[in-house]
């Protein structure tokens, strides 16, 4: 493997992520060979998407103390677009954890710079109303929950909308849900309630070359799930259940945001499947079909008459 792609591979492998499986086939195409050295074949890659606005770059990152926050605030300045008393939040591209920048950057928003829009957003007299434009395949599992808590504590106290652009899928569509109301156009689409994981065994590939390789551990379990062993039944069962739990807080979360138009038995019930328009609809997943430009203006008619 490539030092250069070591930060990427730590965040993929080995680690639960709310993103749709097709996003996770794109990646695998993409990059899985620069990451493992050789040729990764992806046998179901049906479908596989490509939803990537940019490439390279990763700023500093750290939320500790909301420096994002605290800096916006001590220069009076609010960090998103404003259409009258509007405030325009975009949740677009891979969702990561951290990173020390406000909006997408190299086609990634981190939780970290929608933590500090959506609390700004909360505290300002100006914001009387706030849009989340949303298109994203989903992300990482660290800091989506927490995001869609916020999203639920601004809804509680002023008008929300998100409006997909395109598709809400996994960790896009757990944020999508905790406005007052979600809108979709006729060839989006929204769901995937469900979480994944990936492991890379290497170990007949290493085999087939000739290469032996020792693992010193110091603990037994210290290499668990590393990529040049087959998992052990023990940790793919322990794994297992980690994604299940998270799961179960995903459909939890998504019943809280769509209180009285989906239950969580019935996002339980979508086994992390996605749907078009129409089926998102009568699933109770969205509001309403529409184009999306006109929602946000009847959506900004509504809040500025208030």
Do not use: C
């Amino acid at each position: 493997m490539s030092f250069r792609y070591a930060q990427v591979s730590q965040r993929v492998f080995n680690t639960p992520l709310m993103y749709d499986e097709r996003k996770a086939a794109a990646f695998l195409h993409g990059l899985g060979s620069r990451i493992a050295g050789d040729t990764i074949v992806v046998t179901n890659a049906a479908g596989a998407v490509d939803h990537v606005a940019g490439a390279n770059g990763r700023p500093l990152a750290g939320k500790v103390g909301n420096r994002m926050e605290r800096r916006f605030a001590a220069n009076n300045l609010l960090p998103f677009d404003m259409v009258g008393s509007v405030a325009i939040i975009p949740i677009e591209g891979t969702l990561v954890h951290k990173g020390g920048w406000v909006g997408s950057y190299s086609g990634e928003t981190s939780y970290q710079g929608l933590q500090a829009q959506i609390a700004l957003a909360r505290q300002s007299k100006e914001v009387k109303g706030v849009a989340f434009e949303t298109d994203s395949y989903g992300g990482e599992v660290n800091g989506g929950f927490e995001t869609a808590r916020d999203i639920a504590r601004l809804s509680a106290e002023k008008p929300t909308i998100s409006i997909l652009t395109d598709f809400a899928y996994s960790a896009g569509y757990l944020l999508a849900s905790q406005a007052r109301s979600v809108i979709m156009p006729r060839f989006g689409g929204a769901g995937s309630i469900g979480v994944i994981m990936i492991h890379a065994d290497y170990s007949q590939a290493l085999e087939n070359e000739g290469i032996r390789l020792t693992i010193i551990r110091a603990g037994k379990k210290k290499a668990d799930g590393n990529p040049y062993e087959a998992l052990p039944d023990a940790v793919a069962t322990r794994w297992q259940a980690m994604a299940d739990a998270m799961r179960l807080e995903f459909a939890q979360t998504v019943a809280t945001g769509r209180r009285g138009r989906i239950t969580k038995a019935k996002a339980l019930a979508t086994e992390a499947d996605v749907y078009n328009a129409s089926e998102a609809l009568s699933l109770g997943l969205v509001d309403a079909i529409a184009d999306p430009l006109e929602a946000f203006e009847a959506f900004v008619n509504e809040v500025n008459r208030s």
